[in-house]
């Protein structure tokens, strides 16, 4: 099993519609979590860092959930712009207790959306 | 806007010759990260370091890959005898020191070509 898995994809949709992905995760350990968005050939770019209490940033939602082992994002309604690779990363812990900046990914899910 | 700079951004090699890539992290940032991106694979991390010191090391091949963050000077990420399975983009990362890590900065990447 794959330490992240997100959902295969591709995600194609009409603008104004509202998408959802998931993103599992093995490490039940793991303390940090974050949804990335990466354009063609360009760097990811952190989108939202994803809080066990949820969090909304405009027309995006993150949500954890720590038992099953998920996060998920929902973007309302889509904007063309919003056709990319979504990343979702999670931090382990560090065996000496303390994390850092050692992200495993998921393999991403390509977003498209159409007029 | 001086975020993390990467050079060069597109770099060919044939196979047998060296790669290097440098990366100068945000500024009052000192905690550097190498991912590598291989085509249609996930980000993979690679190393993490710090000034003088390789801190995480656990993605690196074992031979023909290296990386060092010297006092002065950027970070060198270097690829000896280069093959066309290197073929992939790098792309580096930093965090501040006051920071767990847990949130990094990526570079736009630099895209290694082997032929």
Known sequence: RKEVEQDP??????????????????????????????????EPKLLMSVYSSGNEDGRFTAQLNRASQYISLLIRDS?????????????????????YGKLTFGQGTILTVHP | NAGVMQNPRHLVRRRGQEARLRCSPMKGHSHVYWYRQLPEEGLKFMVYLQKENIIDESGMPKERFSAEFPKEGPSILRIQQVVRGDSAAYFCASSPPADSGNTIYFGEGSWLTVV
């Open chain 1, 9 to 42: 994809g591709p995600f194609n949709v009409p603008e104004g519609a509202t998408v959802a992905f998931n993103c599992t995760y093995s490490n039940s350990a793991s303390q940090s979590f974050f949804w990335y968005r990466q354009d063609c050939r360009k």
């Open chain 1, 79 to 99: 904007k063309l712009s919003d056709s990319a690779t979504y990343l979702c990363a999670v931090n382990p812990l560090w065996a000496g207790g303390t994390s």
